[in-house]
C-alpha cells in the first residue's frame, strides 16, 4: 500500500461507501491561520461549580447525588424529546417527520480531574458496565430503534464542561451515518455469510501496517480510510453485534484497550486530546442483525501540534473530505509512543 | 409547515437525500462552552506582509503583479497534482486510486481590507467573471471532470489569510458532494423533464417563509433542510447548469444578491460573518447535464453571537447533522434586517 504514498490519491471507506481525498505531500504547508488556547490549568478532584459533580446542583434544577461509580442522567437540555406523535409532513417538495427519543449525559468519574486516559482499566470497565446498561434498557423501550453512545472531549470539540462525561441520544429513526454503514454491513454478510470487518481486521493484522494496540479480544488500528490526521477505530476481532454482548474478558480487554488507545492520543502532542468519540452498533428496532460488528471510533481534529487542527471546511464541505498526512504516517507515530500517559512519565 | 415548529422533527434534503435534525426546543440550553475571540481590528488596505497583496512576494517565492482586478494563481501548496498518472489500488478489502487535478487561489480584489459584503455590485461583477473564466478553462482541460469554486471566510472557518479571497479544487473526479446531487436531479429530471430546484423555488416563493431576498433572475433562501444556523443558498430562478451560462444581466443580478444577502449575514451579529460558501454546477466531464441548477451555498457556523458557534461534532459526526434553530426563525431574523453593511449604517 505504499505506491500511493507519495502522491494525491482517493480511498474507499468500505463501512460508508464514501471516497476520502489523501494529499500526503500538503503537509510542507506552512499555517498563518487560527491557533487554539491550550489549556495547561490543572483541574481540581472537585469543581463547586460544576453541574456534574456529585453532589452539585444542575441547571435544570436537580442534585445529582453523592455517585461513586459512573452515573447517568436525563439530560436537562436535551435534543430530543419524549413521546412526540408519530408525524410525517409532505407538502410538494418539503418532507418531513416528527422524531421521538431520548438523552442522557454519563459522568464517567465523580472525580472532575479525570479524563478516561486518567483512569484505571476497572474504573473503566465501570463506564462500559453503565453503558451496557443503558443500550440495553433504552433499546428495550418501546419506540426507542437505535442508541447512540458518544463523547465530546476538549472546547475544541464543543464541549462545554470538563467533567469527565459522555452522552447518549437514543431515538426512534436510524441515524443515517449507521444506516450508511447497515446497508454495507448487510450487503457484505448477505454475499460472504461474514462480517465484512472480521474480514477487514484479520487483512490489517497481516499487513500490520496501521495497527496501533492489540489484545486477545481487541485491535485498535487507523483505518485506512481515516479522515481525521489521527482518526483512530477500536474493533473486536470477532464479530460482536452491540456491546450488550460483550463477556465480562471481552469488557475488561475493551477497558484496556480504550485506556492504551487514549493515552496514546495524549501522548501525540503531550495535551489532553480532542476528539468525537462514538460507538457504532447494532440498532434495537427488535430485529435480528447478524451483519453487525460493532465499533468505536475516534475523530480528533489536532493536525499540526496541541494548538493546530485540521479544517474540515470548504472543500470538505463541498467536495469530499481531505487529509494530509496518510493513516500509515498517524499510525507509525502512534505506534511509537508509551503506553505511559505523559503527564506520569 | 409550522406542525413541527415547537418539537423535534427531522426533514429531508432532496437535493443529498439526507435527513437533518431539528431540536426547535433547545435554543433555551445555556452555554458554558467555548467562544470565540472576536477580531474588531481594522484592515489596511495594503498590508506588506500579506502575501496575496499585489506587488507582494508569495511563500512559494513568486511575486504578484500589481493587480487590480480580481487575480488568480496556481495555490503555492496544492492539494491536488496535476499530470498523476491514472491508476487503480485494490488489495482486499482495500481500495484507492490516484487522483490528479489544479489548485487555484482567487483574489477577489487588490483592497486588502474589503469582503465580499463590503465590495460593489460592479466589483462583485468582476469576481464572477473571474469565476466563469476559471471554471470554462480549467473545465476544458484535459482530465478535469470537475471545478469546486469555494471560499473560507474568517479564521474560525480555517482561512489562514484576511485577504479577500476564495479557491478553486479543479479535479478528475466527481466529487462526493456532488455526485449525491447530480443522482437526485438526474432522477428528477428523467421522471419530470424539469429540475427539482426550479419547482422547488416556485413553491417556495409561493410559500414565502424562508425567501430572504429576490430579484428578476435570483433567489436567495433558507433551505427546508438548512444544517448550519443561518445556512443560506442563491438559485437562478430558471434552470442554469454552471456559471459559464450566466448571460450578462443574469451576471450583474447575480452579483447584487450575492452582495445583499453577504451584507445580511454581516448585520446578523454585526460581525464579519464566517463561512464556507461553494458553487454546486454541473461537472465538466463533456456530458450533456441538462439535470443541473447551479447553486451557491453558504455554510456560516456562528448560532448565538458573533463568539458562539454552532459545533458539529459527537451526535452529528457519528449519527446525523442537527439544528436547533428552525430554518423559518433564521429566515425571519435575516429578512429584518438591513441592506446596508452594519459598519455603513
Ligand atoms: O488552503 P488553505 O486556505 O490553506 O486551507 C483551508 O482550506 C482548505 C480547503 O477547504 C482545507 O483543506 C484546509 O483544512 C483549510 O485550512
Ligand atoms: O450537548 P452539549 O454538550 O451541550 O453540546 C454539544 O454536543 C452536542 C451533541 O454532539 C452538539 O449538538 C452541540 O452542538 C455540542 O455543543
Redesign the interface.
Known amino acids: ?1 505504499t ?2 504514498n507519495e ?6 471507506n ?1 463501512l460508508t461507501g ?2 476520502i ?1 489523501v ?1 500526503p ?2 503537509t ?7 491557533t487554539e488556547k491550550q489549556s495547561m490549568e490543572t483541574k481540581p478532584k472537585y469543581d463547586p461549580n460544576c453541574y456534574l459533580c456529585p453532589t452539585n446542583g444542575r ?1 435544570g434544577g436537580a442534585v445529582n447525588p453523592d455517585y461513586k461509580k459512573p452515573f447517568s442522567f436525563v439530560n436537562d ?5 419524549k413521546d ?1 406523535k408519530e ?1 410525517k ?1 409532505e ?11 431520548i438523552c442522557k449525559v454519563v459522568c464517567f468519574s465523580p472525580d472532575h480531574s479525570l479524563t478516561l486516559p486518567l483512569m484505571s482499566r476497572e474504573e473503566i470497565t465501570d463506564v462500559i458496565s453503565l453503558w451496557q446498561q443503558e443500550y440495553k434498557e433504552l433499546g428495550a423501550m418501546d419506540g426507542i430503534n ?1 442508541v ?1 453512545i ?3 472531549k476538549g ?7 470538563p467533567h469527565p462525561h459522555g ?1 447518549i ?1 437514543a431515538q426512534r ?1 436510524i ?4 444506516q450508511k454503514k447497515s446497508d454495507r454491513l448487510l450487503a457484505y454478510w448477505k454475499k460472504h455469510q461474514a462480517s ?1 470487518l472480521e ?2 481486521i484479520i ?1 490489517e493484522l497481516a499487513l500490520d501496517e496501521r495497527i496501533i494496540l492489540e489484545n486477545e479480544h481487541f485491535v485498535s488500528l487507523i483505518p ?1 480510510w481515516a479522515v481525521w490526521p489521527y482518526e483512530t477505530m477500536i474493533v473486536p476481532k470477532r464479530k460482536i453485534g452491540h456491546i450488550g454482548e460483550l463477556s465480562n474478558d471481552g469488557k475488561k480487554a475493551f477497558a484496556e484497550i480504550l485506556r492504551k488507545t487514549t493515552i496514546r492520543l495524549d501522548n501525540i502532542f503531550g495535551t489532553s486530546f480532542p476528539y ?3 460507538i ?1 452498533q447494532a440498532p434495537t428496532d427488535g430485529k435480528e442483525h447478524p451483519e453487525w460488528h460493532f465499533h468505536m ?1 475516534f ?1 480528533p481534529p489536532l493536525l499540526r501540534s496541541a494548538t493546530v487542527k485540521k ?1 474540515m ?3 470538505e ?4 473530505p ?1 487529509r ?1 498526512i496518510t493513516a500509515e504516517q498517524a499510525a507509525n507515530t502512534i505506534k511509537a509512543l508509551s503506553d505511559v500517559h505523559y503527564s506520569k512519565q
Open positions: 500500500t505506491e500511493f502522491n494525491p490519491h482517493r480511498r474507499f468500505i464514501e471516497w481525498l494529499s505531500h500538503r510542507k504547508r506552512p499555517w498563518q491561520g487560527k441547571m437540555f436535551s435534543a430530543l424529546l412526540v408525524e409532513y407538502n410538494g417538495l418539503l418532507y418531513a417527520e416528527s422524531e421521538s427519543g437505535h447512540q458518544f463523547e465530546n472546547d475544541i470539540m464543543g464541549c462545554s464542561n452522552q441520544w429513526s441515524p443515517q451515518e449507521v465484512i474480514d477487514y487483512q485506512y468525537s468519540a462514538g457504532h471510533s475523530y479544517f471546511v470548504g472543500y464541505m463541498f467536495a469530499n481531505q494530509d
